[in-house]
């Protein structure tokens, strides 16, 4: 009697995905999906990457809603946030500080004291969020240690 030979099994033809980079993103919460709907699909992409780049910014933040607009917290505390209108998308880093600080950079995407605008076809560059976010964490790790001392 013949004996059969097997061939090896094949091996996956899937490519292996290549790691995330920084924080996982949170899914989008019913209320905030709502907010975002109401907007053009440009302008809800344009504002999902920029939510994106906030949460990998700053890892264990979350979702939540204020002055009916998407907003980012961490710790209770507002960190950044954000809406479409009309014409431009904005970025609310909730200090004119941070806004002042980066003014030089922001040039004319500063739309007024404490707002930063920009476009779909024009979104702010991940550095520049990560810096905005990073200021931000500053301001309000820096508000808790005054409020510790009191």
Do not use: N
């Amino acid at each position: 009697m013949a004996t059969r030979k097997t061939s090896p099994k094949p091996k996956s033809q899937s490519k292996p995905r290549p790691p995330t980079r920084g924080a996982k993103v949170p899914a989008l919460p019913e209320e905030v999906a709502a907010l975002l709907g109401r907007h053009p699909p440009a302008m809800r992409k344009a504002l999902l990457a920029l939510r994106a780049q906030v949460f990998a910014a700053a890892p264990g933040a979350s979702d939540g809603v204020a002055w009916r607009m998407p907003m980012i917290t961490l710790g209770g505390k507002h960190l950044v946030g954000y809406e479409a209108f009309k014409a431009h998308c904005t970025l609310f880093p909730m200090s004119a500080g941070v806004v002042e600080q980066l003014a030089p950079e922001l040039g004319d995407r500063v739309g007024g004291r404490g707002s930063i605008h920009f476009t779909p076809d024009d979104p702010l560059p991940a550095a520049l969020v990560k810096r905005v976010v990073k200021l931000r964490l500053g301001e309000l790790a820096a508000k808790a240690a005054a409020r510790a001392k009191r």
